[in-house]
Nanobody, 129 residues
Framework: QLQLVESGGGLVQPGGSLRLSCAAS????????IGWFRQAPGKEREEISC????????NYAGSVKGRFTISRDNSKKMAYLQMNSLKPDDTAVYYC??????????????????????WGQGTQVTVSS
């Protein structure tokens, strides 16, 4: 069964950090770009970061740039999102997604959900004092 599973969410105080993980099973990630999305209550799901299939290309939405870092380890079939300096506005359900890409070193944050074939179930991140 092909699937992605996120983990690492939870409750954190403003200014704190969390590291989200995304584990793939049933397929290898080598030719897939990874996107991290989030959906806050009452808002549409938005893409906040992407990493190319080789890991050499990354991109971020302006709202998280400089605070979040995306990475991946294809040998472990894992992707990560390190989130620092968290704010209450970061409260959301976070999803990882994988999409086949012919560009090993390039990705864009476009919130194009149709670019991604596989999705995780989401993990809740709550930033509150």
């Amino acid at each position: 069964q092909l699937q992605l599973v996120e983990s690492g969410g939870g409750l954190v105080q403003p200014g704190g950090s969390l590291r989200l993980s995304c584990a793939a099973s049933g397929f290898t990630l080598d030719n897939y770009l990874i996107g991290w999305f989030r959906q806050a209550p009452g808002k549409e799901r938005e893409e906040i970061s992407c990493i190319s299939s080789s890991g050499s290309g990354t991109n971020y939405a302006g709202s998280v740039k400089g605070r979040f870092t995306i990475s991946r380890d294809n040998s472990k079939k894992m992707a990560y999102l390190q989130m620092n300096s968290l704010k209450p506005d970061d409260t959301a359900v976070y999803y990882c997604a994988a999409g086949w890409s012919p560009y090993p070193a390039f990705c864009l944050v476009q919130s194009r959900e149709d670019y991604f074939e596989y999705w995780g179930q989401g993990t809740q991140v709550t930033v509150s004092s």
